[in-house]
Nanobody, 117 residues
Framework: QVQLVESGGGLVQPGGSLRLSCAAS????????MKWYRQGPGKERELVAT????????NYADSVKGRFTISRDNAKKMVYLQMNSLKPDDTAVYYC??????????WGQGTQVTVSS
């Protein structure tokens, strides 16, 4: 059974940092591109960052470029999202997403990030 479990969310002040983690199990991790999505209150779910299965290709939404960093550790079956210079607009539930090379998709349950003073 495939599981994606996010952790690391919480309440942080504007300008602060958080590191999200996603632990994958039940799959051959190196066969999956990994993504972070987020859904803010009253907003549609949006793609935040993507890392390819090998880690060579990385992309970010314009809204987070220069502030967020996605990374993965295939040996540990982990993907991370380092978030710096957080803004209130970054407040959202953040979801880990795995997309197989053959297009099967899995989702985590999400972790809440709240940026507020």
């Amino acid at each position: 059974q495939v599981q994606l479990v996010e952790s690391g969310g919480g309440l942080v002040q504007p300008g602060g940092s958080l590191r999200l983690s996603c632990a994958a199990s039940g799959l051959t991790f190196s066969n999956y591109h990994m993504k972070w999505y987020r859904q803010g209150p009253g907003k549609e779910r949006e793609l935040v960052a993507t890392v390819s299965n090998t880690g060579r290709d990385i992309n970010y939404a314009d809204s987070v470029k220069g502030r967020f960093t996605i990374s993965r550790d295939n040996a540990k079956k982990m993907v991370y999202l380092q978030m710096n210079s957080l803004k209130p607009d970054d407040t959202a539930v953040y979801y880990c997403n795995a997309v197989a090379l053959w297009s099967t998709v899995y989702w985590g349950q999400g972790t809440q990030v709240t940026v507020s003073s």
